[in-house]
């Protein structure tokens, strides 16, 4: 089943922040979360695995509350570089199966 | 990180013929990969998992005669599409299976290929 995105459009002005939700209604092992730029391929930014974990990687972080079934994809003082669509996939098999990806979040980032 | 190609990146073709699509991973070997198809504005769809030395194993409505995957190598499959029609223009991608450490636990994740857009005429 395929996990739900929230917001599906967002945008911002240059050095907003933003936060993009994924839940799912089934029971995950890990979320793993992509930026894809039109035209692109998607490019991987994290993966959290079950146990409530949070990291970040630069200005952009995740949260992973297995409980909720939910993922947070934070974006602090955003970049215009950060625009592009954002997808976190699911994995409920314990071994990065085939991911099962959400209908995506488009951020646009404005000067 | 891992990098992982396709050949080629985009591709137009004639109704009727046959179109084969190339995923290799170049730093690292992959046993598993996955092929994915994104139509314009909608997420990523899971058509099959590659694995090497076996057949594939294909997602619910994936026609396997139509979409023939072959992965005879730890750094190659290819994605046939026999009898292309104009429906099956789309954005393929592809994934390979790569494992990292994550906060020290070896754990799996994908590294995409940057795509082929193939068009149908």
């Known amino acids: 089943q395929q996990p739900v995105q929230s917001p599906q459009a967002v945008i911002l002005r240059e050095g907003e922040d933003a936060v993009i939700n994924c839940s799912s209604s089934?029971?995950?092992?890990?979320v793993h979360w992509y930026r894809q730029k039109h035209g692109e391929a998607p490019v991987f930014l994290m993966i959290?695995?079950?146990?409530?974990e949070q990291k970040g990687h630069e200005k952009i972080s995740a949260s992973f509350n297995e409980k909720k079934q939910q993922s947070s994809l934070y974006l602090t003082a955003s970049q215009l570089s950060y625009s592009g669509t954002y997808f976190c996939g699911t994995d409920g098999g314990g071994g990065a199966d085939g991911l099962t990806f959400g209908k995506g979040t488009h951020l646009i980032i404005q000067p | 990180g891992a990098v992982v190609s396709q050949h080629p990146s985009w591709v137009i073709c004639k109704s009727g013929t046959s179109v084969k699509i190339e995923c290799r991973s170049l730093?690292?070997?992959?046993?598993?990969m996955f092929w994915y198809r994104q139509f314009p504005k909608q997420s990523l769809m899971l058509m099959a998992t590659?694995?090497?030395?076996?057949?594939?194993?294909?997602e619910q409505g994936v026609e396997k005669d139509k979409f023939l995957i072959n992965h005879a190598s730890l750094t190659l499959s290819t994605l046939t599409v026999t009898s292309a029609h104009p429906e099956d223009s789309s954005f393929y991608i592809c994934s390979a299976r790569a494992r990292v450490a994550v906060e020290v636990k070896p754990t799996d994740t994908q590294y995409f290929g940057p795509g082929t857009r193939l068009t149908v005429l």
């Open positions: 730093d690292f070997q992959a046993t598993t």
């Open positions: 089934k029971a995950l092992y890990s």
């Open positions: 959290l695995l079950k146990g409530g």
């Open positions: 590659s694995n090497e030395g076996s057949k594939a194993t294909y």
